[in-house]
């Protein structure tokens, strides 16, 4: 559990465009890291490609090293499958099904891939990844009621059971609280640090006193101009990053002067 | 006292019994008119007339009336309201007249007869139309379950992997496929086996069958192809990020997720095909006897059954068209039936919301 992410020089392209260039950074087990930067720096992107999730897009693609605990997860042999599996997703807007009750998105992860659990084991199971998600207590008498009854900061909450619940590696979670009031946000950041205890956690994130408050290092992003490739300008721990950064752009952009 | 205008004060408005009055009052205006103007050797009077005159005084009067008193705004937003209400009017009066006539000459025979027998030896009155509405039921059910699992699967080819040329073909062929008229399916099929079969065996019911599923499949194809496009994506990436594989997720997630409007589409797709006459008359063929094996001999159908029956009056020509109306009420109850299942299924399977 827990895996250490190694990007090596990863170019993300979008058919001919280049989004994303040259990023090598390590991403530590057992923390939080908060990617932050402007708008359209690749940011997204850029957490999109740590499960593959970018393939979704026609066109798109990676060119360099993506090693989980040393394995490539970019060589021939790879099924995105199996990365997906063991390398989880938060979306920016609450997705639960809206065809399954509570209980089910819980356990979607496994109902969706057939695999057969005893009614004990779920129960178990939905419990489990509900109240890791902080969740148990505001849903354990209506779990059978359709996971769309919950409210945005409930659903999300939800969403991030469901990822737990297949216990992966990673947890990606892009701009998660970006459409929740604070208070739902609040909750999420409660959670996002306890899930560190087990996790790799990589949070994208427009909002700069989410990543003091919650991360251990934090990635700044930044592109030179409209249709050029994002870059990574600095990486480091979170403090350094807020407090004394080394580089000017990371030190305007924290500060609010820019962005 | 000296009145404060805030500025967002309401103009005088015209009371609530403005409307009815001056609808009233133009049309009892336009009757009579109309009644006094005719000459004897016209006969009755023109209701269409009084309809137009009547509605032309209406506007008028409202125009008119509403400017003085309420003002432009009002008076377009009358204007427009009642232009729009008349559109919709005229589009229901030919809906409500079809669906009068053929209640009221179609319910004289929809006795218990009507069900149980056939037209075997029947020339006068009596008889029945079993050998149609089965032939009708067992027709469309052949041709549902050709075009929709072909219809569906090309549906999700064409929204969850087609890409380039194919693609763009197959649309082009399905836009095309809409557009065949009735009879050149029912040629296609009966030509299909006729060379297949031979003369003496080419008109049974399973060609007719082929011949509604022609009309059927590109109709199944457009509807689920639009309930498949309005499934957000974001449900499908939140199935890949969990490690669910691509048919995975279109089996378990997308097709879940729009089964109601799909089940919906599929319904209406059958109450179009289900009235179709010409093909069937070529394909199927038309009887007076029971047929309930649709792979050999011919069948008869509900529209053909009302067709036949007004084209081929016997002796006694009323039995004829009475029988002829009431399998045209029958065929409307049967489709009235499936919309309201329709709208059944799309009330039970619909995602739940809060």
């Keep these: 559990m827990a895996k250490r992410i190694e990007l090596k020089s990863i170019d993300v392209y979008y058919g001919k465009f280049k989004a994303v260039e040259d990023i090598s950074m390590v991403i530590e087990p057992r923390a939080i890291t908060a990617f932050i930067g402007p708008s359209g720096c690749g940011k997204s992107t850029l957490i999109r490609t740590l499960n593959r999730m970018h393939e979704v897009i026609p066109g798109a693609y990676v060119e360099g090293e993506l090693l989980m605990d040393g394995e490539n997860i970019y060589s021939d042999d790879v099924d995105p499958v199996k990365v997906r599996r063991q390398v989880g997703m938060v979306f920016q807007r609450p997705n639960p099904f809206p065809t399954m009750s509570i209980k089910d998105n819980v356990i979607s992860g496994y109902k969706l891939n057939n695999n ?8 178990d199971l939905v419990e489990r990844a509900l109240k890791g998600a902080n969740l148990w207590n505001e849903v354990k008498d209506r779990l059978e009621r359709p996971g769309s009854s919950l409210s945005g900061g409930q659903q999300q909450r939800l969403c991030i059971a469901r990822a737990i619940a297949v216990e992966p590696d990673v947890i990606l979670m892009d701009e998660p609280t970006s459409a929740l009031d604070p208070i739902s946000t609040a909750a999420i950041e409660d959670m996002a640090v306890e899930l560190k205890e087990k996790f790799t956690v990589v949070i994208v994130t427009h909002n700069m006193q989410q990543a003091s408050r919650i991360s251990d290092m934090t990635a700044f992003f930044n592109i030179a101009g409209t249709g050029l490739p994002g870059k990574l300008i600095e990486y480091d721990k979170t ?16 500060s609010g002067r820019f962005g | 006292m000296a009145i404060i205008s805030t500025g967002f004060q309401a103009s005088a408005s015209l009371p609530r019994w403005f409307t009815p009055a001056a609808l009233v009052g133009s049309f009892s205006v336009a009757l009579a008119v109309f009644t006094l103007a005719r000459t004897p050797s016209e006969g009755g009077t023109s209701l269409v007339g009084v309809g137009f005159v009547g509605f032309a005084l209406y506007l008028l009067t409202v125009a008119i009336v509403s400017r003085l008193v309420e003002g432009r705004r009002k008076a377009a937003d009358r204007l427009i309201t009642s232009l729009v209400t008349a559109a919709f009017a005229l589009a229901v009066i030919p809906l409500v007249s079809l669906a009068w006539t053929v209640v009221t000459n179609g319910i004289a025979r929809l006795d218990a007869d009507f069900f149980s027998m056939s037209m075997r030896n029947v020339v006068g009155p009596g008889g029945g139309a079993l050998h149609a509405i089965v032939g009708t039921l067992e027709l469309t059910l052949i041709a549902s379950l050709i075009s929709v699992p072909v219809g569906i699967m090309t549906a999700i080819y064409l929204v969850e992997y087609g890409r380039g040329k194919l693609a763009r073909a197959v649309t082009f062929f399905v836009d095309v496929m809409t557009g065949i008229p009735s009879i050149v399916a029912g040629l296609f099929a009966f030509t299909l086996f006729l060379v297949l079969l031979g003369p003496a065996a080419a008109i049974n019911g399973f060609a007719g069958s082929i011949a509604l599923s022609v009309l059927m499949i590109p109709v199944v194809v457009r509807a689920t ?18 490690g669910v594989p691509k048919w995975l997720t279109i089996v378990k997630v997308v097709i879940p997720t729009a089964l109601a409007g799909i089940a919906t589409g599929v319904i209406i797709a059958i109450a179009r095909v289900i009235g179709e006459t010409a093909p069937l008359l070529l394909a199927a063929g038309f009887t007076t006897s029971m047929n309930y094996n649709p792979f050999s001999d011919k069948m008869m159908t509900l529209p053909v059954f009302v067709f036949t029956s007004f084209a081929n009056q016997g002796i006694d020509t009323q039995s004829y068209l009475d029988r002829s109306w ?19 299924i799309s009330k039970f399977l619909s995602p739940k919301g809060a």
């Design chain 1, 116 to 123: 057969k659990m005893s009614k004990s084991d779920a129960d």
């Design chain 2, 225 to 242: 192809e639009e309930m498949l496009k309005i499934v957000p994506n974001e449900l499908r990436e939140a199935s890949y990020a969990l």
């Design chain 1, 239 to 254: 403090e350094k990053i807020f407090s004394n950064p080394a580089q000017q752009q990371t030190e305007d952009y924290v």
């Design chain 2, 326 to 344: 009431a399998g045209a009420l029958t065929l409307m109850l049967i489709v009235m039936i499936l919309n309201l299942f329709a709208r059944l």
